[in-house]
């Protein structure tokens, strides 16, 4: 069998709508090929439309062409069971309602691309310092919240206050310093969230991180009974 065919079955043996990363997959079954060889057979299969080039490096089956690019790419990010990515910005706002402005940029966190960032069309991804388990995402989720939070348009104040307590409520300590120690946020914000923590009596260690002489400037937040 020809190496062309080889690789147009490699496609044809995923799931419609799957993207496949060329690296990844020169690695797992083509290595008998140079990767100039490779590289090239899959510009050519391309050019015939065979399969479809989706970003660079980021290849498709061809019967895929009508599909949404976009859906395609965000199943790509967020990986199986949508383990390895995470929305941050106005899509991240949208799904707590602390605001119902939509943007055309979706933005997110994605522990699937191997730079620092991936930036195709709408999609502003970054690789974010830590794995996207379901207690680093929630703490990752109010950094940016709070970090952001003087920016958000047409913020709901009473929307983020119910937001600040449920997020205290099951806040995990282990879970925020790892998150902290490992990606960049500010002092303030870090500030912030142990302003929040402590209105609802949660525990934490984040005063490790903040210095008494300083007077970090902290927005007000208004206080959820229930």
């Given at each position: 069998?020809?190496?062309?065919?080889k690789?147009?079955?490699?496609?044809?043996?995923?799931?419609d709508?799957?993207?496949?990363?060329?690296?990844?997959?020169?690695?797992?079954?083509?290595?008998?090929?140079?990767?100039?060889?490779?590289?090239?057979?899959?510009?050519?299969?391309?050019?015939?439309?065979?399969?479809?080039?989706?970003a660079?490096?980021?290849?498709?089956?061809?019967?895929?062409?009508?599909?949404?690019?976009?859906?395609?790419?965000?199943?790509?990010?967020?990986?199986?069971?949508?383990?390895?990515?995470?929305?941050?910005?106005?899509?991240?706002y949208?799904?707590?309602?602390?605001?119902?402005?939509?943007?055309?940029?979706?933005?997110?966190?994605?522990?699937?691309?191997?730079?620092?960032?991936?930036?195709?069309?709408?999609?502003?991804?970054?690789?974010?310092?830590?794995?996207?388990?379901?207690?680093?995402a929630?703490?990752?989720?109010?950094?940016?919240?709070?970090?952001?939070?003087?920016?958000?348009?047409?913020?709901?104040?009473?929307?983020?206050?119910?937001?600040?307590?449920?997020?205290a409520?099951?806040?995990?300590?282990?879970?925020?310093?790892?998150?902290?120690?490992?990606?960049?946020?500010?002092?303030?914000?870090?500030?912030?969230?142990?302003?929040?923590?402590?209105?609802?009596?949660?525990?934490?260690?984040?005063?490790?991180?903040?210095?008494?002489?300083?007077?970090?400037?902290?927005?007000?937040?208004?206080?959820?009974?229930?």
């Amino acid at each position: 069998m020809k190496n062309s065919e080889k690789i147009a079955q490699y496609f044809d043996a995923r799931p419609d709508g799957t993207i496949i990363a060329a690296n990844e997959m020169y690695e797992k079954a083509f290595l008998k090929m140079t990767q100039d060889a490779f590289f090239r057979m899959l510009e050519r299969l391309a050019a015939d439309g065979v399969i479809i080039r989706v970003a660079k490096g980021l290849y498709a089956k061809g019967s895929d062409k009508d599909k949404n690019v976009t859906d395609m790419l965000l199943n790509y990010l967020f990986g199986e069971e949508n383990s390895e990515g995470m929305y941050i910005g106005y899509n991240l706002y949208n799904k707590y309602g602390i605001s119902s402005v939509k943007k055309s940029t979706i933005e997110l966190y994605s522990n699937v691309i191997k730079g620092k960032s991936f930036n195709v069309g709408n999609i502003k991804a970054k690789k974010p310092g830590v794995e996207l388990n379901f207690e680093n995402a929630r703490i990752i989720e109010a950094l940016e919240i709070l970090q952001n939070y003087s920016d958000i348009e047409e913020l709901n104040k009473v929307k983020f206050a119910r937001y600040a307590r449920n997020f205290a409520r099951g806040y995990n300590d282990e879970a925020a310093i790892n998150c902290i120690e490992n990606m960049r946020y500010k002092k303030s914000t870090i500030a912030f969230m142990k302003k929040i923590l402590e209105m609802y009596k949660a525990r934490n260690t984040l005063s490790q991180y903040l210095s008494y002489a300083t007077d970090y400037k902290v927005p007000p937040v208004q206080r959820v009974a229930r």
